[in-house]
C-alpha cells in the first residue's frame, strides 16, 4: 500500500543538495517525488527544503528512514523531520470569552479545511461550552486566578498529556503560559495577536490604534515562545482604515483578520509546511 510522507530539512547550504535528496529517495525507497520546494538565506548562508513524497516501500517508517538516512544527514549537516500522512495530528484549543476564533476553526474542521483530530477545548470561561457541544469536542472550563494558575496549568498539561496532544491553538486565550508549558511544546503552540506586531501590543491594541488615527490594522499568528508575544511570526495580515471608520469597525475588521492568519497558521502547521529559525520562520507553498 502506498504512503505519502514529507521530508523537512535545514541546513548549510552547499551545491549538490537537491540532487542527494532526490537520489536517495528514489534509490532507496523508489520513491514519486510529488512535491519539492526549497528556499535559500543568502545573509545566513542557510538551505530549506520540504520535499513530500510517495513509496509503495512497506520498509519505510520512521525507524528504518532514520537509519537509512542519518548518513547523508550527517555529511551535509543536516537538521531533518519526516512526517506520514497519517494519523491525523490531535489538537488541542484554548479560549477565554472571545469566540470568532475557535467558531472559524471549528467551522473549517467540520467542512475539512483543516485535517486533524480536535481532541478538546479548553477554556477559563464557560462562554464556549455552547460551542464545544454543538461540535461534540469535550470542553473542559477551567477558570484561573492568580492563586490557582499553578495548579490549573498543571492540570491542563496533564490533559494535553492524557490526549496525546500534537498542537496546542491559544484562540484568544487570554493567558500567559508559564515558560514550563512552553518548554514542553517547543514550535508546537500557535497564538494569535489582536494587532500588527511589534506594534499596539497589551490587552487594547485596536484602542490604541484607533487613538493614534492609524490607516493600517492587522494580526499576527506566531508560535509561542517563553519571552511573550516574541515568538517566531507564521502569518500577518493587514486591512486599510479610513476617516469613516470608527471603534467598533476597527474591532470587526481585525478580528476578521485574527480569523485569517490563525487558520491559515493552523493550516500551514498541519501540513508541515513551515521551518523555523533564527527566530523567523519560512513559509513553504
Given at each position: 500500500m502506498s504512503k505519502t510522507a514529507v521530508l523537512l530539512i535545514d541546513c548549510p547550504d552547499r551545491k549538490g543538495l537537491v540532487a542527494a535528496i532526490a537520489n536517495f529517495l528514489v534509490q532507496q525507497y523508489d520513491a514519486n517525488i510529488l512535491n519539492a520546494d526549497q528556499h535559500q538565506d543568502v545573509e545566513l548562508g542557510l538551505f530549506f527544503m520540504r520535499i513530500e513524497f510517495a513509496t509503495d516501500d512497506a520498509h519505510c517508517d520512521e525507524t528504518n528512514f532514520s537509519a537509512a538516512f542519518t548518513p547523508l544527514a550527517q555529511q551535509f549537516k543536516m537538521n531533518w523531520r519526516l512526517t506520514f500522512a497519517t494519523p491525523p495530528q490531535n489538537v488541542a484549543i484554548f479560549v477565554s470569552h472571545y469566540l470568532h476564533c475557535l467558531a472559524d476553526l471549528l467551522h473549517r474542521h467540520q467542512t475539512g479545511e483543516l485535517s486533524c483530530n480536535l481532541?478538546?477545548?479548553?477554556?477559563?470561561?464557560?462562554?464556549?461550552?455552547?460551542?464545544?457541544?454543538?461540535?461534540?469536542?469535550?470542553?473542559?472550563?477551567?477558570?484561573?486566578?492568580?492563586?490557582?494558575?499553578?495548579?490549573?496549568?498543571?492540570?491542563?498539561?496533564?490533559?494535553?498529556?492524557d490526549h496525546s496532544i500534537d498542537l496546542a491553538v491559544l484562540a484568544r486565550y487570554m493567558q500567559v503560559l508559564s515558560p514550563q508549558f512552553v518548554r514542553a511544546y517547543p514550535q508546537r503552540i500557535i497564538n494569535v495577536h489582536h494587532s500588527f506586531l511589534p506594534a499596539f501590543t497589551g490587552a487594547r491594541p485596536y484602542h490604541a490604534a484607533f487613538a493614534r488615527g492609524v490607516k493600517l490594522i492587522g494580526a499576527t499568528s506566531h508560535y509561542v515562545t517563553e519571552v511573550?508575544?516574541?515568538?517566531?511570526?507564521?502569518?500577518?495580515?493587514?486591512?486599510?482604515?479610513?476617516?469613516?471608520?470608527?471603534?467598533?469597525?476597527?474591532?470587526?475588521?481585525?478580528?476578521?483578520?485574527?480569523?485569517?492568519?490563525?487558520?491559515?497558521?493552523?493550516?500551514w502547521h498541519l501540513s508541515d509546511r513551515i521551518l523555523s529559525y533564527a527566530n523567523k520562520t519560512v513559509i513553504f507553498a
Open positions: 481532541s478538546l477545548i479548553i477554556s477559563n470561561h464557560e462562554a464556549a461550552r455552547p460551542l464545544a457541544d454543538f461540535h461534540k469536542i469535550p470542553f473542559h472550563y477551567m477558570p484561573v486566578t492568580s492563586a490557582n494558575k499553578v495548579e490549573v496549568e498543571q492540570r491542563q498539561m496533564a490533559l494535553l498529556s511573550l508575544d516574541e515568538g517566531p511570526i507564521i502569518e500577518q495580515d493587514v486591512t486599510r482604515i479610513s476617516q469613516n471608520d470608527q471603534l467598533p469597525d476597527l474591532i470587526q475588521k481585525g478580528r476578521d483578520l485574527e480569523r485569517l492568519v490563525l487558520s491559515r497558521a493552523v493550516r
